[in-house]
């Protein structure tokens, strides 16, 4: 065939993935009624526990905070807090991408200063990439440094940053200025840095969902100094760098678990004998669930085979993202209830916040076209 | 994680030998009708289609994973022969200790719906009922049929040319699905089968088959499709070059991969040991295979235009399999309801559970 095609090998968990996974179930029946889970909560003290359990920073050396466990490992960590429902976004961020790309490009200082602190659960990490004008076309960034005495000067904005209000860094993505030859170089000048979100000049606004919750915000920059040693890689170099950051970010198991614990309340609904239509629409979502769940463990193990699975990732996130936005809508066919966000009726604000939470899901991470342009770029069409 | 070595050569060399003997003219003469005679017997030579038997069979102990494998390469291919049926006949005639064929066989029954009754005759047996559109039967050295005994499910192995004369037909693939009578037929040995043997593990083994090789036509409708939108040229560049078309092929290839993904953990459960997990998983893989299929055919004919829908053109041999494939032994809204049902009766607190194994 002269097609390349996606590579979904058929992958068994390791007995220690599987071993572990009891520990982790363990875990978080002792902390679910302490801690009172809800979905995507900052929680910085369940953070710090799992920092403790080392369940943060999994993969990553020892040297720095790591320990050295297999990407199966950290697969099964994460599939388990995610089903649970776990409060995660203390240190999520840090876990899955800011961490990585530190260990990938940061200096020893880097690495040695911010890795261990994000293992520990105790530094948390958003996303800098989006701006006004800037969403999917990240190469249009408009935030732009400037070299200065000992540092950088920052001016700019980004938005849809979640959870800039209860992080400590961001890492930054933006523009330094470029020569004549590279002014039709998109790419060119892009750099990265670590961005304290303490520093003088940084303003983070809040920016409300249609939910009325707080998650995103606006940060704006005017005239942000930061020093020499929080420049992330090389100048220049940054959309390289991004690149490898959102590939990190599109990795994860976590695009078809959101609604999971929607689905087993239709079951609940269900009963133990559903009639034949019931039990289609059903089975159909938990067919489509544990083939993503099957084409993400592959994915665990080309991670752990040292692979770059881009196209993969791409391909599971675009399906994830389908079967959830599906979930709500399955529902509602089956069960009538109007919606309420705050009901007391659960499967009433369940369906409230799956339906006003689904159009996101296909938003962030990379919208459902640019993932598409990316499969068709691996297909050789692009 | 690495494919198996021997399961990548065998592959090889299935793909090699599809690719060389397997052609469009061999499957269009196969659907008017007369049997792809040259292109059994070299797959035959390969051992391939009695290799799971003990050797002690005539087999090779082989890997159930790797003969599902071969069969996908075998979809891919659209190849016109029963090897999936032959595969399923020679495990159920050798589980039982009954004759079988070094030619093409079949396996039944494959509806659901069938029953079919062996009573005791003297020495001998009555076998009473209806096999309906068994596989190539009327082409079919074997025919290997599950009853219901006196004491519980028998084999019984005929042989092709001494079976009722069947009444023909054909699935939309033009392969041959050929119904067989049976009033008081005379069958002078029948045999128990063991434990795990019996029809529902053929149902499933043989929904788990056209899953695998739907994978395998995906493949191939899709390597089509993309290849088309590269060389077929429209308001002045190749029509791979507009999003639109990008946008579908991607979603093509995202089906075609979720077909192969949901057949591998069918066949993955196949050497687990357990019974109600194997048929879950294979449940899952004959409705998510379905379901992509569906979508997928839809994309694949829309990216080739007018050209996908001729005869001359191949794209149909890969569709008009697909579409016949997706309802033999159990459509995807069949076993998404067994799905459903499964894990309905057990508990919506168990679902993660039993999904994850452990």
Same mark, same amino acid.
């Not at chain 1, 994460?78 to 409060?87: K, N, Q, R, S, T």
């Not at chain 1, 899901?361 to 692009?382: D, F, K, M, V």
């Not at chain 2, 792809?36 to 994973?65: F, K, Y």
């Not at chain 2, 050929?178 to 929904?207: C, E, I, M």
């Given at each position: 065939?002269?097609?390349?095609?996606?590579?979904?090998?058929?992958?068994?968990?390791?007995?220690?993935?599987? &071993?572990?996974?009891?520990?982790?179930?363990?875990?978080?029946?002792?902390?679910?009624?302490?801690?009172?889970?809800?979905?995507?909560?900052? $929680?910085?003290?369940?953070?710090?526990?799992?920092?403790?359990? #080392?369940?943060? #920073?999994?993969?990553?050396?020892?040297?720095?905070? #790591?320990?050295?466990?297999?990407?199966?490992?950290?697969?099964?960590?994460?599939?388990?807090?995610?089903?649970?429902?776990?409060?995660?976004?203390?240190?999520?961020?840090?876990?899955?991408?800011?961490?990585?790309?530190?260990?990938?490009?940061?200096?020893?200082?880097? &690495?040695?200063?911010?890795?261990?602190?994000?293992?520990?659960?105790?530094?948390?990490?958003?996303?800098?990439?989006?701006?006004? $004008?800037?969403?999917?076309?990240?190469?249009?960034?408009?935030?732009?440094?400037?070299?200065?005495?000992?540092?950088?000067?920052?001016?700019?904005?980004?938005?849809?940053?979640?959870?800039?209000?209860?992080?400590?860094?961001?890492?930054?993505?933006? &523009?330094?200025?470029?020569?004549?030859?590279? *002014?039709?170089?998109?790419?060119?000048?892009?750099?990265?840095?670590?961005?304290?979100?303490?520093?003088?000049?940084?303003?983070?606004?809040?920016?409300?969902?249609?939910?009325?919750?707080?998650?995103?915000?606006?940060?704006?920059?005017?005239?942000?100094?930061?020093?020499?040693?929080?420049?992330?890689?090389?100048? #220049?170099?940054?959309?390289?760098?991004?690149?490898?950051?959102?590939?990190?970010?599109?990795? *994860?198991?976590?695009?078809?678990?959101?609604?999971?614990?929607?689905?087993?309340?239709?079951?609940?609904?269900?009963?133990?004998?559903?009639? &034949?239509?019931?039990?289609?629409?059903?089975?159909?979502?938990?067919?489509?669930?544990?083939?993503?769940?099957?084409?993400?463990?592959?994915?665990?193990?080309?991670?752990?085979?040292?692979?770059?699975? $881009?196209?993969?990732?791409?391909?599971?996130?675009?399906?994830?993202?389908?079967?959830?936005?599906?979930?709500?809508?399955?529902?509602?066919?089956?069960?009538?209830?109007?919606?309420?966000?705050?009901?007391?009726?659960?499967?009433?604000?369940?369906?409230?916040?799956?339906?006003?939470?689904?159009?996101?899901?296909?938003?962030?991470?990379?919208?459902?076209?640019?993932?598409?342009?990316?499969?068709?770029?691996?297909?050789?069409?692009? | +994680?690495?494919?198996?070595?021997?399961?990548?050569?065998?592959?090889?060399?299935?793909?090699?030998?599809?690719?060389?003997?397997?052609?469009?003219?061999?499957?269009?003469?196969?659907?008017?009708?007369?049997?792809?005679?040259?292109?059994?017997?070299?797959?035959?030579?390969?051992?391939?289609?009695?290799?799971?038997?003990?050797?002690?069979?005539?087999?090779?102990?082989?890997?159930?994973?790797?003969?599902?494998?071969?069969?996908?390469?075998?979809?891919?291919?659209?190849? /016109?022969?029963?090897?999936?049926?032959?595969?399923?006949?020679?495990?159920?005639?050798?589980?039982?200790?009954?004759?079988?064929?070094?030619?093409? +066989?079949?396996?039944? /029954?494959?509806?659901?719906?069938?029953?079919?009754?062996?009573?005791?005759?003297?020495?001998?047996?009555?076998?009473?009922?209806?096999?309906?559109? @068994?596989?190539?039967?009327?082409?079919?050295?074997?025919?290997? @049929?599950?009853?219901?005994? /006196?004491?519980?499910?028998?084999?019984?192995?005929?042989?092709?040319?001494?079976?009722?004369?069947?009444?023909?037909?054909?699935?939309?693939?033009?392969?041959?699905?050929?119904?067989?009578?049976?009033?008081?037929?005379?069958?002078?040995?029948?045999?128990?089968?063991?434990? %795990?043997? %019996?029809?529902?593990?053929?149902?499933?083994?043989?929904?788990?088959?056209?899953?695998? +090789? +739907?994978?395998?036509?995906?493949?191939?409708?899709?390597?089509?499709?993309?290849?088309?939108?590269?060389?077929?040229?429209?308001?002045?560049?190749?029509?791979?070059?507009?999003?639109?078309?990008?946008?579908?092929?991607?979603?093509?290839?995202?089906?075609?991969?979720?077909?192969?993904?949901?057949?591998?953990?069918?066949?993955?459960?196949?050497?687990?040991?357990?019974?109600?997990?194997?048929?879950?998983?294979?449940?899952?893989?004959?409705?998510?295979?379905?379901?992509?299929?569906?979508?997928?055919?839809?994309?694949?004919?829309?990216?080739?235009?007018?050209? %996908?829908?001729?005869?001359?053109?191949?794209?149909?041999?890969?569709?008009?399999?697909?579409?016949?494939?997706?309802?033999?032994?159990?459509?995807? /809204?069949?076993?998404?309801?067994?799905?459903?049902?499964?894990?309905?009766?057990?508990?919506?607190?168990?679902?993660?559970?039993?999904?994850?194994?452990?």
């Amino acid at each position: 065939m002269a097609t390349p095609m996606f590579r979904f090998d058929p992958v068994e968990l390791p007995p220690e993935a599987i &071993k572990l996974r009891g520990e982790v179930r363990e875990f978080i029946r002792e902390h679910k009624d302490a801690m009172g889970f809800t979905r995507g909560e900052h $929680n910085p003290e369940f953070s710090r526990a799992m920092g403790k359990k #080392g369940w943060i #920073g999994m993969t990553w050396p020892k040297q720095y905070g #790591g320990h050295e466990r297999s990407s199966f490992e950290r697969y099964v960590v994460i599939e388990e807090m995610l089903v649970a429902g776990a409060p995660l976004s203390a240190h999520y961020t840090g876990d899955r991408q800011s961490g990585p790309n530190i260990l990938r490009f940061g200096t020893e200082e880097q &690495k040695s200063y911010f890795c261990p602190k994000i293992a520990a659960g105790e530094l948390t990490f958003c996303i800098g990439m989006s701006e006004p $004008n800037s969403g999917s076309d990240v190469a249009g960034t408009r935030t732009r440094a400037a070299k200065v005495d000992g540092g950088y000067r920052i001016n700019g904005s980004k938005l849809w940053t979640s959870n800039a209000h209860n992080s400590d860094f961001a890492i930054l993505f933006c &523009k330094m200025a470029v020569t004549e030859e590279q *002014a039709n170089d998109r790419h060119a000048g892009a750099t990265q840095f670590l961005l304290d979100l303490k520093s003088p000049g940084v303003e983070i606004r809040p920016v409300i969902n249609l939910l009325g919750e707080h998650h995103f915000n606006e940060v704006f920059m005017t005239d942000v100094f930061v020093p020499d040693h929080l420049l992330l890689g090389k100048e #220049g170099n940054g959309w390289n760098q991004l690149t490898s950051e959102l590939s990190f970010e599109r990795s *994860a198991p976590d695009r078809f678990l959101v609604f999971f614990q929607m689905l087993q309340q239709m079951l609940r609904m269900a009963g133990p004998d559903p009639d &034949k239509a019931t039990a289609v629409a059903l089975g159909k979502l938990i067919s489509q669930l544990a083939t993503l769940r099957s084409m993400s463990v592959s994915i665990a193990g080309m991670l752990a085979e040292g692979l770059q699975p $881009n196209n993969e990732s791409a391909v599971v996130k675009d399906l994830g993202t389908r079967y959830e936005q599906d979930i709500p809508v399955v529902a509602r066919q089956l069960f009538w209830s109007e919606p309420e966000q705050e009901a007391i009726d659960l499967y009433a604000s369940m369906i409230a916040r799956t339906t006003m939470n689904a159009p996101r899901l296909s938003i962030q991470g990379g919208t459902r076209e640019i993932l598409r342009g990316i499969i068709a770029r691996g297909l050789g069409l692009r | +994680m690495a494919i198996r070595e021997e399961t990548r050569m065998l592959l090889e060399s299935m793909g090699r030998l599809f690719e060389d003997l397997c052609t469009k003219q061999v499957v269009d003469a196969a659907e008017t009708g007369i049997f792809a005679a040259d292109l059994w017997q070299a797959v035959s030579e390969t051992g391939v289609p009695l290799a799971a038997l003990p050797e002690s069979a005539g087999g090779a102990d082989a890997e159930w994973s790797d003969l599902y494998a071969a069969l996908r390469v075998a979809g891919r291919y659209s190849a /016109p022969i029963p090897l999936a049926e032959t595969m399923l006949a020679g495990w159920i005639a050798s589980s039982a200790g009954l004759e079988l064929a070094d030619g093409p +066989m079949t396996v039944g /029954p494959v509806r659901a719906s069938d029953k079919l009754v062996l009573t005791r005759d003297g020495n001998g047996w009555r076998l009473n009922g209806t096999a309906s559109r @068994l596989p190539y039967a009327s082409h079919a050295e074997r025919i290997v @049929l599950i009853a219901d005994g /006196p004491d519980g499910e028998m084999a019984v192995s005929l042989e092709g040319s001494a079976a009722p004369t069947p009444e023909k037909g054909k699935n939309i693939a033009n392969e041959a699905r050929d119904t067989l009578v049976f009033d008081n037929f005379h069958v002078a040995t029948a045999a128990r089968l063991p434990n %795990g043997v %019996g029809r529902a593990a053929l149902y499933r083994r043989g929904a788990l088959a056209r899953a695998t +090789m +739907m994978s395998g036509a995906l493949e191939r409708a899709m390597d089509l499709a993309v290849s088309y939108a590269q060389e077929r040229v429209q308001f002045g560049r190749p029509i791979s070059k507009f999003q639109a078309v990008q946008q579908n092929l991607a979603v093509l290839s995202e089906q075609t991969a979720v077909a192969v993904a949901a057949s591998n953990l069918g066949i993955q459960s196949l050497g687990c040991g357990d019974v109600e997990r194997e048929e879950f998983q294979i449940a899952i893989a004959k409705a998510r295979v379905g379901e992509a299929a569906t979508l997928a055919c839809e994309l694949a004919h829309q990216v080739h235009g007018a050209i %996908g829908f001729t005869k001359e053109y191949s794209l149909q041999l890969a569709t008009r399999r697909l579409w016949s494939w997706r309802e033999e032994f159990g459509s995807d /809204p069949e076993w998404a309801a067994k799905v459903g049902t499964y894990f309905c009766s057990k508990g919506a607190d168990n679902l993660w559970q039993i999904l994850t194994g452990d």
